[in-house]
């Protein structure tokens, strides 16, 4: 009995390290926003959430997300002065 859970975990394990991560959903830059439904960020341009709002009295906004989630830092910049001796 023994045995046989060892070898059950054995396979459990290798069969977890075997299986791929699950891959992320986009984050799309425009979002619909209303008071009664929240917000659904869906949308990969500002047209199509245009299109999906028209007539619906929801607004498109910029995702917040992306909005306000910290840019990558460039190379720094490096002086061109000479340096006189």
Same mark, same amino acid.
């Given at each position: 009995?023994?045995?046989?859970?060892?070898?059950?975990?054995?396979?459990?394990?290798?069969?977890?390290?075997?299986?791929?991560?699950?891959?992320?959903?986009?984050?799309?830059?425009?979002?619909?926003?209303?008071?009664?439904?929240?917000?659904?960020?869906s949308?990969?341009?500002?047209?199509?959430?245009?299109?999906?709002?028209?007539?619906?009295?929801?607004d498109?906004?910029v995702?917040? @997300?992306?909005?306000?989630?910290?840019?990558?830092?460039?190379?720094?910049? @490096?002086?061109?002065?000479?340096?006189?001796?």
């Open positions: 009995m023994r045995n046989l859970m060892l070898a059950v975990l054995a396979v459990g394990g290798v069969s977890a390290m075997a299986s791929s991560p699950a891959a992320a959903a986009p984050t799309y830059p425009y979002c619909i926003q209303s008071q009664a439904f929240g917000t659904d960020c949308y990969p341009s500002y047209e199509a959430c245009q299109a999906t709002a028209s007539g619906r009295g929801v498109c906004i995702n917040p @997300r992306l909005a306000f989630s910290p840019q990558p830092y460039g190379e720094p910049r @490096r002086s061109r002065r000479s340096v006189a001796y």
